[in-house]
T-cell receptor, first 109, second 112 residues
Framework: GIQVEQSPPDLILQEGANSTLRCNFSDSVNNLQWFHQNPWGQLINLFYIPSGTKQNGRLSATTVATERYSLLYISSSQTTDSGVYFC???????????FGKGTKLTVNP | NAGVTQTPKFQVLKTGQSMTLQCAQDMNHEYMSWYRQDPGMGLRLIHYSVGAGITDQGEVPNGYNVSRSTTEDFPLRLLSAAPSQTSVYFCASMRTENSPLHFGNGTRLTVT
């Protein structure tokens, strides 16, 4: 099956810093999503982005499907951005979303 | 809309007991799924459904059963609980295979 690798596994920032999280996948996909799991365990959908670029406030994401990677950018990070960020992908014709192991982000005040 | 609702939030079972984790969504989504989350393992797909009456297996289906008698509900049954099933379980739904996935708040299950 398709493999999903996220990097880095852990990231520690000071408030106000910018960061880039990466998601690599092993095969072509027609579905790619980014999620944030907050410290209370809730999973929030950030982006549905099988290709192209999207922005939502301080967060933006870019997927280059032909090169099999996606990037999540967080600008001017805040302590509330702390948590684990997951990338999930599905191949064409499949409803099975496969998750990476996540990037744990800690933003210190 | 309440979104995706899971019950219970917490559950403790003894080995060999059975139980059902409930999941309901009020967004008229066709696709529903169950994931388990274990430390260092990310989220792994247990079972999923693309519509009422249709279910299929994910990566880790053994020890779990599902059914989808209505669009709204997708219960997960543990037939004979084992300590290896100690985990956090998430139910999720999406409108179609190419739309955002929405999660419930999870059920933390401990099997002793």
């Amino acid at each position: 099956g398709i493999q999903v690798e996220q990097s880095p596994p852990d990231l520690i920032l000071q408030e106000g810093a910018n960061s880039t999280l990466r998601c690599n996948f092993s095969d072509s996909v027609n579905n790619l999503q980014w999620f944030h799991q907050n410290p209370w365990g809730q999973l929030i959908n950030l982006f549905y982005i099988p290709s192209g670029t999207k922005q939502n406030g301080r967060l933006s994401a870019t997927t280059v499907a032909t090169e099999r990677y996606s990037l999540l950018y967080i600008s001017s990070s805040q302590t509330t951005d702390s948590g684990v960020y997951f990338c999930a992908v599905a191949q064409g014709g499949s409803e099975k979303l496969v998750f990476g192991k996540g990037t744990k982000l800690t933003v210190n005040p | 809309n309440a979104g995706v609702t899971q019950t219970p939030k917490f559950q403790v079972l003894k080995t060999g007991q059975s139980m059902t984790l409930q999941c309901a969504q009020d967004m008229n989504h066709e696709y529903m799924s169950w994931y388990r989350q274990d430390p260092g393992m990310g989220l792994r797909l247990i079972h999923y459904s693309v519509g009422a009456g249709i279910t299929d297996q994910g990566e880790v289906p053994n020890g779990y059963n599902v059914s989808r008698s209505t669009t709204e509900d997708f219960p997960l049954r543990l037939l004979s609980a084992a300590p290896s099933q100690t985990s956090v379980y998430f139910c999720a739904s999406m409108r179609t295979e190419n739309s955002p996935l929405h999660f419930g708040n999870g059920t933390r299950l401990t099997v002793t």
